[in-house]
């Protein structure tokens, strides 16, 4: 896609390259979208979603439960299945609001060294899903597939360097929520939202690759969406190798709105 047709006034001011190590893609991989949303937003915009679901983990145990459990939405359907999941109670490290509980992948926690990667199945094939990134680090993975093969994998140090390139970066560190305000400073948190343009997948693979957490919140799937690009007035455009900051003009009457683009294909 041209960065004409993702923006309606844009200028590249300067680029840096990315080493192609940094994403991981298989020959067929499908076309997304990622975008990160503002500092302090926990929950998907759901202007552009259709058919949303959303999962906030605070109606299950907390602990470890290898086997998971089956999203079912309010009406008795069933959205996914979780597998080898692990519960946490609200800290410094996770929970949306500061309250409820979340979703973490973390062998020093479980107690169970298999806890490095936490699946869910899908009962429906969708184009998008959003969560919040919490305690975020760059030993994270996480990995899109559609029967069984893998679309789209991404190491969550992509993330992390793009924060890092804005201008308002600290606002992306430390807890934002009231009970644990600014605590776990050196970590990232933030929403961040994939757009498979091309494509559907039916299962998404949690992977932790270190000795961290993956910690994430309000996980959010939609069968379809009717744009990747909200409200754009700085951007990121993300091709295979290189990385270019984009201004653009708003294209939605929101004050002072900044999200973050990488459009991969």
Do not use: C
């Amino acid at each position: 896609m041209k960065i004409a047709n993702l923006v309606s006034k844009a200028a590249i001011v300067s680029g840096v390259i990315l080493s192609a190590a940094i994403v991981s893609r298989p020959a067929m991989a499908a076309s997304f979208t990622i975008t990160i949303e503002d500092p302090g937003v926990m929950n998907a915009n759901s202007s552009n979603l259709s058919n949303r679901y959303v999962q906030t983990f605070d109606g299950q145990a907390t602990g470890f439960n290898e086997n998971g459990f089956k999203w079912i939405d309010s009406n008795g359907q069933t959205i996914g299945q979780y597998s080898t999941v692990m519960i946490q109670d609200p800290d410094q490290y996770g929970a949306a609001g500061g309250n409820g509980k979340y979703f973490d992948v973390n062998t020093g926690r479980s107690g169970n060294a298999n806890q490095t990667i936490a699946t869910l199945k899908l009962a429906n094939a969708q184009k998008y899903f959003g969560f919040w990134w919490s305690a975020g680090d760059s030993n994270n993975k996480l990995e899109f597939l559609s029967n069984g093969t893998s679309v789209y994998t991404m190491t969550t140090a992509d993330l992390v360097n793009q924060i890092n390139s804005l201008s308002n970066k600290e606002a992306y560190y430390g807890n934002p929520n009231s009970p644990f305000q600014d605590q776990n400073s050196g970590e990232a948190y933030a929403f961040i939202n994939f757009y498979n343009t091309d494509g559907t997948f039916d299962e998404i693979r949690f992977t932790n690759i270190g000795a961290t957490g993956f910690e994430s919140d309000n996980h959010t799937v939609a069968a379809n969406f009717t744009n990747t690009r909200a409200v754009p007035e700085s951007s990121f455009v993300l091709g295979i190798g290189s990385i270019a900051f984009v201004g653009a003009a708003s294209v939605m009457t929101r004050t002072k709105k900044k999200k973050t683009v990488f459009k991969l294909s």
